[in-house]
């Protein structure tokens, strides 16, 4: 296999099989979700729509949805926030001790998230505090920040200066030049890491396992489900409207980071209409 | 508006204060408290904060524990090597073969992460399974007369479902170190009568060893502290020390084993990484030369 054609088939006839085997388990989700058979294997028996009707009127299933987006809709907007906070410093300046401060919160990226769910819940015993949603919520967002910075950074390194500095100038305070023109500028990174924030807290499972109450989860109902295979069908369809929903949040999110990217090519001028 | 430098140390400081507060106090001390922990005794409700070592003699000398952590050390080097060397050629090949649209080929290589984690790991199970996916295809295209059973409740179904969990994340750091090679240096490697495959040993690969190395280190920490995976599809002789750090958490009731369990892990697993960082460096350097 020396050149040209021939080597380029092979590596091409590879990715393709690898893509196979990325997809295969995302593929089989829908189309168990709408088998008409309890059992989850083939062959397939017959096409139901039964599986979504069932979840319908399952109050155990619509509380851990509402406990998940309150969880996921708190974790995205606190995470963001801290997120913007860090990555502005980061970008910005030069302050002692930043690879340590920037270090320490980047370190959940690298940190199997067993050892941070069972050091939240050893503090959380220590302080005598009981467990909530919120004590997901104070996981999620460790885990959520660096991804946050990771999307914000370059929202912020796209950002030209001269504008902020061209509003004091004018005589526009700190927040009116945060809010007229900073805000504007970073708004589609700010989606975008709302977005992808939300995504994130609302697949996690082993910390929210660790750290939730009696009050489950999405996917700690889920987990529970899993063990009684009456209800794996139902799971398949709730797994298959999950899908759908994550899919279109990550498009949403890719456009708008997409068009963070394309701001960074305007020159002054034409921001004008977006302020 | 010239800043000088103490005025902008101080308020990049005070911008990044926030955050930073946040983990200090709510990563730092937990982390800094299970390391303590570790050293209490607990027997049932009551914790004893003498310090000992009880715990960690336990950790390292019951076999049990020393099987489970070997075996999590053992699967996920496996899983690691596994990833990395399959993720390689897809990085390769959307670096170097796919002109016009990269960035739709990175997509729908991150797109399935986003599925839930648990559902997919399940639906491994329902591939690999007796009467699963694989082995149903296998039997209608009549290449094998019975189904497998090797595949499922054992360490290769932990190594296939863990590569199929990790594989943007292995590709993504690959697909960033090639992208970043110089190609010129490629076509200077090419006229100084380097064929394609010597190219690729003496050019490529050591520039793209940052990537690689991004990659298994990526893969191997979170690999270790997972057990949904092993739970699903490993069956007796797959499950890993993260089993038992949940069982010693929940069920057991002893946490300050637990900890000691979780120190103990993110310490070897500390320790291989930081072998496999000054391997990866030494590697680069020699083979760049």
Redesign the interface.
């Given at each position: 296999m020396?050149?040209g054609l021939k080597?380029?088939s092979w590596?091409?006839a590879?990715?393709s099989v690898?893509?196979v085997?990325?997809?295969?388990?995302?593929v089989?989700?829908p189309i168990?979700a709408f088998n008409d058979s309890t059992v989850?294997?083939?062959?397939l028996s017959g096409f139901t729509t039964d599986w979504f009707a069932s979840l319908r009127d399952n109050a155990a299933l619509k509380s851990a949805v509402s406990n998940s987006l309150i969880v996921a809709v708190t974790t995205a907007m606190i995470s963001t926030?801290?997120?913007a906070?860090?990555a502005?410093?980061?970008v910005?300046?030069?302050?002692?001790a930043?690879r340590g401060?920037?270090g320490?919160?980047l370190?959940?990226l690298?940190?199997?998230?067993?050892?941070?769910a069972?050091?939240?819940?050893?503090?959380l015993?220590?302080l005598g505090l009981s467990l909530s949603l919120w004590t997901v919520i104070?996981g999620h967002?460790?885990v959520c920040?660096p991804f946050s910075i990771a999307v914000l950074n370059s929202a912020f390194s796209g950002l030209d200066q001269s504008l902020e500095?061209a509003s004091?100038d004018l005589g526009e305070t700190a927040w009116g030049t945060f809010r007229r023109v900073t805000f504007p500028l970073i708004l589609p990174g700010v989606i975008s890491s709302l977005l992808i924030t939300f995504?994130i807290s609302l697949?996690e499972?082993?910390i929210a396992f660790?750290l939730t109450g009696t009050d489950v989860t999405l996917?700690v109902y889920?987990?529970s489900q899993?063990r009684f295979p009456a209800k794996l069908p139902g799971?398949?369809a709730l797994?298959t409207l999950?899908?759908l929903l994550?899919?279109s949040l990550?498009v949403i999110a890719?456009f708008f980071r997409r068009r963070t990217a394309q701001r960074r090519g305007l020159d002054a001028s034409t921001t004008e209409g977006l302020i | 508006m010239p800043i000088d430098a103490q005025n902008e140390g101080r308020k990049g400081l005070l911008l990044v204060s926030p955050t930073f507060a946040y983990a200090i106090l709510l990563l730092a001390a937990p982390l800094i408290l299970v390391i303590l922990f570790s050293f209490w005794t607990q027997d049932y409700l009551d914790l004893d904060t003498t310090p000992t070592l009880a715990n960690y003699k336990e950790a390292w000398t019951d076999p049990l524990y020393r099987e489970l952590m070997l075996r999590s050390l053992r699967i996920s080097v496996l899983v690691t090597t596994v990833t990395v060397l399959t993720a390689f050629p897809v990085a390769y090949y959307v670096s170097f073969r796919v002109k016009e649209r990269k960035a739709l080929w990175l997509f729908l290589i991150t797109a399935p992460f986003w599925t839930s984690y648990l559902l997919r790991v399940f639906l491994w199970k329902v591939i690999l399974g007796y009467n699963g996916v694989f082995n149903s295809a296998l039997l209608w295209a009549g290449i094998i007369d019975e189904p497998l059973q090797f595949i499922l409740y054992n360490v290769n179904a932990v190594v296939i479902t863990l590569a199929h969990a990790w594989a943007p994340f292995a590709i993504l750091p690959i697909f960033v170190a090639l992208e970043k090679i110089d190609r010129s240096l490629l076509e200077a490697a090419e006229d100084l009568g380097d064929g394609p495959v010597r190219r690729f040993f003496r050019v490529t690969l050591p520039l793209a060893i940052p990537g690689v190395m991004a990659a298994t280190l990526i893969v191997l920490i979170p690999t270790v502290g997972d057990f949904i995976t092993p739970r699903l599809v490993g069956g007796t002789e797959g499950l890993m020390i993260s089993n038992m750090i949940q069982v010693q958490f929940g069920k057991a009731n002893n946490a300050p084993l637990g900890a000691a369990l979780a120190v103990s892990s993110m310490f070897i697993v500390g320790g291989l990484s930081l072998l496999i960082f000054l391997a990866s460096r030494r590697v680069g350097r020699v083979a760049g030369d």
């Open positions: 020396a050149k080597k380029l590596l091409q590879y990715a690898y893509m085997f990325l997809y295969a388990p995302v089989l989700l168990f989850i294997a083939f062959p926030i801290l997120g906070f860090a502005r410093a980061g910005r300046y030069r302050f002692p930043k401060i920037m320490l919160i370190l959940p690298v940190l199997p998230e067993i050892i941070i069972v050091a939240l819940l050893v503090m015993m220590r104070v967002v460790l920040v500095e004091f995504t697949d499972f082993i660790f996917p889920i987990w899993l799971v398949m797994g999950l899908l994550t899919i990550l890719e | -």
